[in-house]
């Protein structure tokens, strides 16, 4: 590429070639700040310089830790010229631009702010619906992070309707698209975040609640999915943290999906641990509501979760099966009859397993014996499974 050298003008910019841009180092002075020289490449008017200093500045940022890079950024007077980037027709200073602010709103709330009152969350909006899924992917990344900080710039965000076009971006399902779709599950992710300063309404956790099940029931379980499905499932067991009644979570009908992921070998831990931390809110309510679980086949999977031996999948699985042991007594014999009893022995016995783990197998052992007057088969199973002697054992 022949060298092009810019014409002498008031911003200082003579002599700056594309060729010295490209030269100069991705990263910050000795003295903590962005080479003067790549600010005055971004406010080159010849394009090929600007869009060479905006992928160093980016650079900067993408290979800094944000607590050392984003001040010097922020510092250098760009976020409103590089939020106007984000209105290009040239979808490489589109994505650079929405990177660099991705990059940004991951910094504090102050500098995150940074972010939104140059007006970048309308902006990145519609770049979510770009028909380039680079562009989209960046622009909904940005959002997360926004969304991910704090209630205040949240409501910012939902405000702009930020919100609202995730939920078409996690229902588009289009080929080539998926990359986006599942940017836009992690972003719902961290809306839902329930160690913000307040919990979201009744209505918009609901809205979060049938998107996110309609993805999980309609979305494979492979590699490429397992990440945002992952998401997908710990965003369920963010939503009842928001005073979600279980009826509402059950009536999207997502309980048998949830069942169906934790007996998927495909299924990974994550996912697994996902799965049942829903599943214990769910069978600690009524007994119609835990005849939903087990109906759908929640005991199997247990039996699935025990025999992994990660000790917070028993710990989780066990804690299921206790509550299922106090519920009906059609439902303790049928954790019963799916053979849940001898793990909980096993648990309980073993002194290798957490105390919590060995907890919960004693809660699940005791809220049997409740049952034994009522029933013949639950007091002969207890006998037969040494529960006896399992209790003891936990005594000493």
Known sequence: MPEETLRDDTTGLAGLTLQGVSGIRASLTEEGKVPEDLVLGFNSEDPQIKKASVIKIRKILQ????????????????????????????????REAAWI????????TEQTEQVID??????????????????????????????????????RVE??????????????????????????????FCYVNPWHSRKLSITKIEHVLSCLARYIQETPVNEANMESIEYAVQALDRIHRHDLQRTDFIATGVVP???????????SITIQKGVL????????GSDHD???????????????????KDGDLCRLALWNASNVAAGSLSQACALLDAGLLKPAVRGLMDDQESARSRSEACW?????????????????????????????????
């Open 159 to 188: 405000e702009e309707g930020g919100v609202a076009a995730l939920f078409r971006l996690v229902d588009r399902g289009e080929p080539d698209f998926e990359k986006v779709q599942r940017e836009a599950v992690w972003a719902l």
């Open 118 to 155: 140059a007006g970048a969350i309308p902006r990145l909006i519609i770049l979510s619906a770009s028909p380039n899924a680079d562009v989209a992917y960046q622009a909904v990344w940005a959002l997360g992070n926004v969304l991910g900080d704090c209630a205040r710039l949240q409501d």
């Open 277 to 284: 931390s829903c599943l214990v809110y769910v069978v600690s």
């Open 364 to 396: 699940t052992i005791s809220n049997l014996t409740d049952k034994v007057s009522g029933d013949a088969k639950v007091a002969q199973a207890l006998i037969g499974g040494h529960c006896i002697e399992a209790l003891s054992a936990a005594l000493r």
């Open 63 to 94: 290979d800094t830790s944000p607590s050392k890079a984003v001040q010097p950024v922020i510092d250098t007077g760009l976020v409103l010229a590089i939020v106007f980037l984000l209105d290009s027709e040239d979808t490489t200073l589109q």
């Open 290 to 308: 835990t005849d939903v679980a087990v109906d759908a086949g929640l005991l199997p999977g247990l039996l699935v979760a025990l025999e992994t």
């Open 101 to 108: 602010l991705t990059n940004i709103a991951s910094g504090t």
């Open 257 to 267: 999906c949830l069942v169906k992921l934790l007996a998927d070998s495909s299924s």
